[in-house]
């Protein structure tokens, strides 16, 4: 099993460590992802966990900061990943940006890190598409961050560089691999499919507060369809970008579920990778795209498993 490495936060090693129980690692595309390990109670680990409170978790590429621990019988450590840092930070309201999401999630990382002085942003290039982005009301940066770049299904990351000493942050462009999942590939088992729209709408009106005079009024998001294809609803937010995401929520749901199999993390995929997934039902053949947006990593007496986690996507 591959060792697990821990590091104080001026990223000084303080053990190596082979002998745990189990781990389970979810990582996620632009979200927050979670550790938890199981050690023997008489394990090393618990000393060094009992005498040290800021500890940083490394296995292979996986990072993790240390939020909790349980002693009883064994020794239970949680994690998350290095972005959780962003969720201690808060960013003020602003006025509209219109730029791209990755110049603007940079802006507001740096300005929340800048008194952390072993940080440093590294920029990811081709995002071409400008947005108008803003924000009325306090929130933490981690969300201003992952909102900011979702626009455009892109997301972020944030890892300990462990020669340089440093926490580094760059936002992740989606990318198209070239990767088809199928039966016939040998790649997927499983399959199928399913097709919902009893809640669905392609149009609706928003309500909408006038701030000086606090009247309101409702504004209508036509739907391109007509007679007994108009399905329209009240819709959620107090302006167009809210209402419009209330409206994308009750898109008619077209989904393909399946297991994959022979893929390694790391190696045949990674986080917010786009894939291609072919399936036949009944003489019937599908294709849909999908962006990889978790990965499940366990290790356990000896064995190790992965399970991706497939979302819809746009691209």
């Not at 992952?146 to 990351?157: D, F, N, P, T």
């Not at 944030?158 to 199928?182: H, N, Q, R």
């Not at 504004?219 to 007679?227: V, W």
Request: proline share 3%; with cysteine; glycine share 6%.
């Amino acid at each position: 099993m591959a060792d697990i490495k821990f590091y104080d936060f001026e990223l000084n090693l303080l053990h190596i460590d082979n002998a745990y129980s189990s781990v389970d690692w979810l990582l996620k595309f632009n979200d927050i992802g979670t550790f938890e390990a199981h050690f023997p109670i008489n394990s090393p680990v618990t000393k060094l966990c009992m005498e040290n409170e800021y500890i940083i978790a490394v296995q292979g590429d996986n990072q993790a900061v240390i939020t909790g621990k349980k002693v009883s019988s064994d020794l239970t450590l949680y994690g998350r990943t290095p972005n959780w840092f962003l969720s201690k930070r808060v960013t003020p309201n602003f006025a509209l940006m219109y730029y791209s999401p990755e110049f603007i999630a940079k802006q507001h990382v740096a300005a929340a890190m800048e008194d952390v002085s072993n940080f440093k942003i590294v920029r990811t290039s081709g995002f071409t598409t400008k947005i108008r982005f803003w924000r009325n009301v306090y929130n933490p940066t981690i969300k201003v961050v992952s909102e900011c770049l979702a626009r455009v299904s892109a997301g972020h990351k944030m890892w300990f560089d462990i020669g340089e000493k440093k926490l580094k942050y760059c936002a992740v462009k989606p990318s198209d691999t070239g990767l088809i999942i199928s039966r016939t590939n040998l790649n997927a088992q499983n399959l199928s499919y399913t097709d919902d729209f009893q809640d669905s709408a392609n149009g609706g009106y928003y309500e909408v507060t006038d701030e000086s005079t606090s009247e309101t009024s409702w504004t209508e998001i036509a739907s391109d369809k007509t007679g007994l294809y108009r399905w329209v609803q009240v819709l959620g937010g107090d302006n167009e970008y809210d209402a419009k995401a209330s409206l994308k929520s009750k898109s008619r749901k077209k989904d393909v579920k399946f297991d994959v199999r022979d893929l390694t993390y790391g190696k045949d995929y990674s986080l917010g990778d786009i894939v291609t997934v072919n399936s036949e039902f009944g003489g019937c053949i599908r294709s849909d795209r999908k962006q990889i947006t978790e990965v499940n990593i366990w290790y356990e007496n000896g064995n190790s498993g992965e399970k991706p986690v497939f979302s819809d996507t746009d691209l």
